[in-house]
Each structure stands twice: as C-alpha cells, then as structure tokens.
C-alpha cells in the first residue's frame, strides 16, 4: 500500500481510534494472567467543559499507562466522574434554570445524572480525540447508588471505630457558598485594608488603644488580652474594659499568645475573628456571641450593625467610631487572609453541629505513611509531610448544602442517640426515609429527625481506590494498594491526603504504591483552570484539536516535567508539528526497504548479525544504547527526558546521519552486494519498529498508522499499542564499529563544510578526495569504508596519506575539484 505523501491527521486520527475500539486494545483483561498495573485515574468535576489544563496532566497520565501497557502490564485504567458536589450544583442549575432546594434530594440527583450524563459523554468524546487509553468500560459517578453506598458505609465504619464525632464547635464557614468548609478548602489571599487603633477604657477610666483590622466585630469582643511578660499591662489584670460603641464590659485577661510587640500589644478576642479567638474562647471558656449569620449578614445582637454584610459593617462601625472620637489613627496595611477555594471570598467562623473526621491525634501516622509511598517528583513529599505538620483542625465532613451524599443519620430528639442507618439500606436519604425502626434504640421515643447535611465532597472523592475494588466486597480482581495515584500538586492536601487518610482508618494500609504529581499549564504567571476561563488567553482542548493533530497537543504536554508549572506555548506546538512531519516523511523515504525486507519468525536474527556491516552496527549499538537510556527515564516516570532521548536519536542519529549515509545504497543499490543491501533493510525494519515504539506512548496515532502500513503484515500484532517494548531485545553492542563509522562521519561532516564554505552543493562531485592522517590505523579502518565515504562525498577517487596536512582545503583545476581533508 503506497503511504499519502502527507500525513492526513484527521484521517488517520480516526481510523486509529476506531481500530483501537474494535479490538478492545485497552480494556482491563480481568483473565489475564500478566503483572496488573492499577491507576487511581482522577475523576474530572462536571461543571461544565474541560480545560487545557486538564489535558496537560491526563496526558502525563496516559502516557505513563502506554508505557507500561508496552512493558507487558495488563493495565487497569479506569475513569470517574465527580458530579456530586456544589460545582455539579451549580451547573445544573443554571442549565435548567432552577433552584435545588426547589425540588425533593432524589429528584435533583435524578435530573443531575441525566444532566452529567451528557457532559461526561463529551468528556469521553474529547479524551478518545486525544488518544486517552482508558478502559471505557469502567467508568464510574460519585454521585451513582453504587458509589453513594459505598461513600455512607465509609461513615458508618469509621464512626463504628470511633474516628467520626458530631460535636458543636466552631467552623470555618463561607457565607457565600453557605456552607462550612475544610481547611484544605482553604486559599490564602493577599488583600489592602487599614490597621485601625480604637480607643477603649478600663472601668476606672483609663484609656487603652487596640489595633484591629475587623472593628466591625466589636459586638462579638468578649475580652481583652495581653501577654503576661509585657509590664507595661501587668496592672489591668482582673480588670474590666468597655468596649466602645456598644459599651458593655468584658475581661481583661493575660495569655502568652499575645504579641507584644503588635500594635500596641493589647488584642481584643471577638467570636471569632481568627484560630487564635477560638483557641481564647476554649481555654478561657469565654461567653459566645454570633455577630455573624448563616447568611453573611449581622444578627440582631450587633445593634447598629444588624442586616449588615461584613463590608458594610465595617464602614459602619468606623463612622461611629470616627463620630465618637474613639478611632484614634489609622493605616493601610497588606495582609494575608483564608478565603474558600471555590469563592475566594473570605472565611467566617460559625458554631454549627458538624461532622468531623479524627486528624490531629493520628497525624505523626499520616506523615509516617508518606514514607511507605514512592513519590514522583520526591520533593512533592515533602509538601505533603509540611500540609499535615501544619493542620491545626480535625477534618469536617458536613455541608449545608442541599445537593449531595446525605448522612444515613437521624437523631433522636429526646436522648440526643445518633441511630445509623442498616447497612442493607444503602444508599439511604433519612430526609425522604423515616427512621425504618420507628423508635430510637435508647430511649422508645419516637421524636427522630434525619441529619440535614450532606458529606464534603472530598469525603467520597478519598475513596476512590475503594471505588475501584468495589470495597467492601472487594470482589474485582483489583486490589489495594493499587499501583498509581496520578494528581496535580494543588490538590496533595485534599485528594493525596484525605484519601492516605480513608485508606488507613478502613483498611490499616497505604491507597498505592507511588503518587504521581503533575504541575500547572500556566498564562503568564496564572494557572489555567475553569474559574479563570476566558480570562486567559490559552485556547480550549476542542480549539486546540482544530488547528492540531491530537499527538501534537500531546507531545506539548510531555514537554512539562512532573511536578512543574508550564507555560503554554505555541512554539513547542510547533515543534510537536515538525516531529509528526518529519516521522511520516522518514518513514515514507525507508518504505521500500523496510517492506524488502525478507521477514522470517522461523530465523533468528542474531543470524544476520553476524554479518552486518559497519554501518548498521553502528546504528544499531546507537539505538540500543538510546533504548537503555529511553527506559531508566521512562521507569522514573521521567517522560520528558525520555522524548528528548528518542528526538535525538531519530533526528540526529537516524535522519541526518544514517539516512544519509544510506541514500546511495537506496538510489544506486546496483553498487552494492545483496548481502549490504539485505543488511540495510533489516536493520531499517528493526531500528524503524523500534522508533516507532519509543514515540508509542507520546504520539500513539502516527506511529500506529505507520505500524499498520508498514509492519503489521509481518509483525501480526493487531496494533502497535499491545507489542511488547522490552528493553532487553535491543542488547546490540558494537563499540568498535560504531567508533569507525563516528570517524566516518567527521570526515563527512568536514566535506560538507568545505563544500559550503566555497559555495558548492552538497551533491557537487569531487574528482580526489585525500584523507590525511598522521594515524596510520586510522586510515586502514577508513579504508573498509571507501564505498560508503564515495558514495555520500561524491568522490571519484580516494587517497589515504600518512602525514600532516596543515589546513583542510579545496583545490580547482578547471572544472576538476580535489579536496584535502585532515582526520
């Protein structure tokens, strides 16, 4: 079959993935006896449309998967989706012009999957554009009833084990999600604001001046602190102040926790403006006021202030203070604050029941477990080890929220019994179920109410290694640990995290063997993400694939190490172009050869060996020396050094050297034996296999179309993707004739320049070419090479001169050119 002279990508894109579902290349063979290779693949939100930054790191992931699909692994390589949180909430709201609350939990969850449904097809349309080897047949929902079963039996197991307690306590809440959120959920944020000293007085009447940047929480001041080592304050104990405006008094009270040397050195503790509120609050066991509501506005206990958000408060209470001559100075000041990942607005703390999962007391076995996992790039382990060496609060697992996994709780209202649901009746909504036992198992009453909330959508999204062995029956032939998390480094506090946590509490073992941590497609300085699309000026994945063949957009994405924010840059797409190009057209150059040659199962090409000549040992010393290289950056996941193996290989080895030292032999093969020819051709059929196998994995469609024009007749393989890639099948060694042909090349190398130096083609012929050295055994072994060294020189005649020559040089006499070159 004659190969197109361009390569059609659209075309071949097609025929590629439509073979590739036919025969089921990727599907989990569940039979198979080879090694499993697991991926703990991370389930995209649906909210919406995908970005290129999601393609950046499902990239990394599937080439990774390719590899080792080529190494001989039976590879399970799921893909979920998670659609059971605010995002999904919010996006179907808007597609559907309503409002959740509106409707009863069952029948928006039913609406979400038909909605979802349609999204994650198109999700599944893009990723199969792109070339994704996942097994489509293993796709789950973290919304789904398998996966609501198994998200409520993970609360009702670690609440029977004692690591899930309700208590009242404050949280960090977000008035504008409405919601209470989990540290993990939390940014930090740079903001202006003004430092603002505020005039207050003992009860006796002596002036005090503190210095806050939340006046407006003056209703909610409930005492005021100093550091006990500051004389300057040592009198005031057991005193009492007044606090302006409102003019109710509160406790002057001594903690070390105070910073002298801030402001003035005296902090009013208001409930709760920050950790260190709260923190007074337990340790003093100080009164509670809520100035702030479940609505972001101020309660009726703040006076003035009452109906107010957080701004307008705050504009508020300085005018009056300013009225009142009790705002004695202020200035602007630049600080970081916690604001909701989702939002970016920042935090409240509110005191609610929540659900809360047991972190600090365990935290020295968090960071112990880090050690069992093998983390790829190392160094993201140790933000992993800083996250929880620095968390300060237990996990909260409950939103206020409507849309969600509901608790399988009711609560009696008499003896205040937490009843769980049976596990038979799961996935359970108590606010749609009555209690099935009708009385409470401590007391008989019959006052039971469901749990309101809905578990944090991390609580469910930690299990998906569980999801992936149908935990608890566990009856997949995929088991924990599974091989691979793959993740981007933003999420290691979340997903890395809370699922090393699950894993532990359930099942006293790590989720996987290693963790693979991909960096940030970045704008400028700005990471490409959904909340930030048309902000950024980086094309979509669908406009990317209009104006790229799907493997150039993948080798875009190779170029980015693991663990490394990387610009988007068209440049780079560029070069993935000229790669894909200049594959097709070396291919097609070698086709004849290739398809010459005379391919026999039943001979063993070690045969042929050993009557290779110079040239093809060298090359293949080249490329198995490349392979060798290709295969220790690849087994450290290190693709992007790999790629940059196999380019020079192919463009500087392969193309520009042994293509060229090969063209006589393919243009005027009556000059040669057939045993040079039949040499040429196998090592262009092994070599040309080969290269196609270490681009498999970056670029899968070119180099299976390649494989099904020119090899698949003799290979019989069905497809590329499914051929072993052993390293150890390349062990050709062969310094000594690889040293010989390098000389060849410096001796081309020198024609070349001389020929360019005096303006002379390349395929201008030479009448003598004199070869000058003052190694004598260096001429004897260029001499085994004078057919190959006239053929690309376009000499007619060799000389071999045993002496120096001072400078290289070109001499014409008439139309007779003679060079003279020094090796």
């Known amino acids: 079959m004659e190969m197109d002279k361009h390569y059609e990508h659209s075309a071949f894109e097609k025929q590629a993935r439509e073979l590739w579902e036919e025969n089921k290349i990727y599907q989990f063979d569940k039979t198979s006896k080879k090694e499993t290779f697991s991926i703990d693949t991370p389930p995209p939100t649906v909210s919406g449309s995908l970005h290129t930054g999601h393609v950046f790191s499902y990239a990394h992931t599937d080439i990774i998967a ?156 409930v005492a005021i602190f100093y550091n006990p080592e500051d004389t300057r304050y040592a009198h005031l104990k057991d005193k009492n102040a007044v606090v302006p405006i409102f003019n109710k008094q509160v406790k002057i009270l001594a903690d070390e926790k105070v910073d002298p040397e801030k402001g003035s050195g005296l902090v009013m503790c208001c409930t709760f403006g920050d950790q260190t509120d709260i923190h007074w609050f337990k340790k003093h066991k100080l009164e509670f006021i809520q100035a702030v509501g479940n609505n972001g506005k101020w309660t009726n206990v703040t006076g003035p202030l009452e109906g107010l958000n957080a701004i307008e408060a705050r504009k508020k209470i300085l005018e009056l203070l300013k009225d009142s001559k009790q705002l004695l100075s202020q200035k602007q000041i630049t600080h970081s604050v916690n604001v909701h990942e989702r939002c970016k607005q920042e935090i409240e703390y509110i005191i609610f029941p929540q659900w809360f999962i047991k972190i600090l007391e365990n935290k020295q076995i968090f960071l112990d477990l880090a050690d069992k996992i093998d983390w790829k790039p190392a160094f993201m382990k140790s933000r992993y080890k800083d996250w929880v060496s620095n968390l300060s609060w237990d996990w909260c697992i409950s939103r206020q929220r409507f849309f969600g996994i509901p608790f399988p709780v009711w609560h009696c209202q008499d003896c205040n019994q937490i009843i769980l649901a049976d596990e038979k009746d799961l996935p359970i909504d108590p606010q749609e179920i009555l209690y099935p036992g009708k009385h409470c198992p401590n007391c008989s009453g019959t006052n039971i109410k469901p749990d309101t909330d809905v578990m944090d959508t991390w609580n469910t999204s930690a299990l998906t290694p569980q999801i992936n062995t149908n935990w608890p029956e566990n009856n997949t032939s995929i088991s924990m640990p599974m091989s691979m998390r793959p993740q981007a480094h933003d999420i290691i506090r979340t997903w890395a995290f809370d699922t090393i946590v699950k894993a532990h509490y359930h099942s006293n073992m790590i989720p996987w063997k290693e963790i693979v941590i991909s960096g940030h497609v970045l704008a400028g300085k700005e990471k490409v993400s959904k909340s930030k699309e048309g ?129 006589d032999q393919i243009f005027n093969p009556d000059k040669y034996s057939e045993q040079i020819l039949q040499n040429t051709r196998f090592t262009l059929y092994t070599v040309g296999l080969g290269i196609l196998k270490l681009f498999a994995p970056i670029l899968p469609h070119i180099t299976e179309t390649i494989y099904q024009q020119l090899y698949k007749d003799k290979e019989k393989a069905v497809s590329l993707h499914i051929i072993t890639f052993n390293k150890n099948l390349y062990n050709y060694s062969f310094e000594k004739e690889a040293n010989l042909i390098n000389k060849v090349i410096e001796l081309i190398i020198l024609c070349r320049k001389v020929k360019t130096e005096n303006k002379l083609s390349l395929k201008a012929e030479i009448e003598n070419l004199n070869i000058y050295s003052e190694k004598n055994e260096i001429l004897e072994q260029l001499k085994q090479e004078e057919t190959l060294i006239l053929g690309i020189t376009k000499a007619k005649n060799l000389n071999f001169l045993n002496k120096k020559l001072q400078d290289n040089n070109l001499e014409k006499i008439g139309e007779i050119l003679n060079m003279s070159l020094s090796i």
């Open 535 to 663: 902000s950024i000026k980086v094309p979509g994945p669908l406009d990317l694939l209009k104006n790229y063949p799907a493997d150039v957009i993948r080798y875009w994405a190779a170029n980015g190490k693991l663990g490394t924010d990387t610009a988007f840059s068209e440049n780079q797409l560029k070069i993935g172009q000229r790669l894909i190009t200049k594959l097709w057209n070396a291919f097609r150059f070698c086709k004849e050869h290739i398809e010459q040659f005379k391919f026999n199962n039943n001979i063993d090409n070690r045969d042929i060996e050993n009557n290779l000549d110079n040239l093809n040992k060298w090359l293949l010393d080249n490329f198995s020396n490349t392979v060798k290289t290709y295969h220790s950056y690849f087994e450290q996941y290190d693709y992007t050094l790999a790629l940059e193996t196999a380019e020079k290989f192919f463009w500087h080895i392969f193309c520009d050297n042994y293509l060229e030292l090969i063209k």
């Open 66 to 221: 390719r590899f080792k699909r080529m190494q001989g692994f039976n590879i399970f390589y799921p893909m979920g989706f998670d659609d059971n949180g605010l995002a999904t909430e919010r996006f179907v709201e808007k597609t559907h012009k309503i409002k959740a609350h509106n409707l009863k939990r069952s029948e928006f969850i039913k609406l979400c999957l038909q909605e979802t449904e349609k999204v994650e097809k198109e999700f599944e349309n893009l990723w199969k554009s792109l070339g994704f080897s996942m097994d489509w047949t293993k796709v789950y929902s973290t919304i789904s009833n398998r996966v609501r079963k198994i998200s409520q039996y993970s609360f009702i197991d670690l609440y029977n084990k004692n690591f899930i307690y309700r208590k009242s306590e404050p949280s960090l809440y977000c008035t504008t999600c409405r919601t209470a959120v989990a540290q993990a959920e939390l940014d930090d944020k740079e903001i202006t604001t003004t430092f603002n000293d505020i005039e207050f007085q003992t009860q006796d009447g002596e002036k005090l001046i503190i210095s806050t940047t939340r006046p407006e929480l003056l209703p909610a001041c």
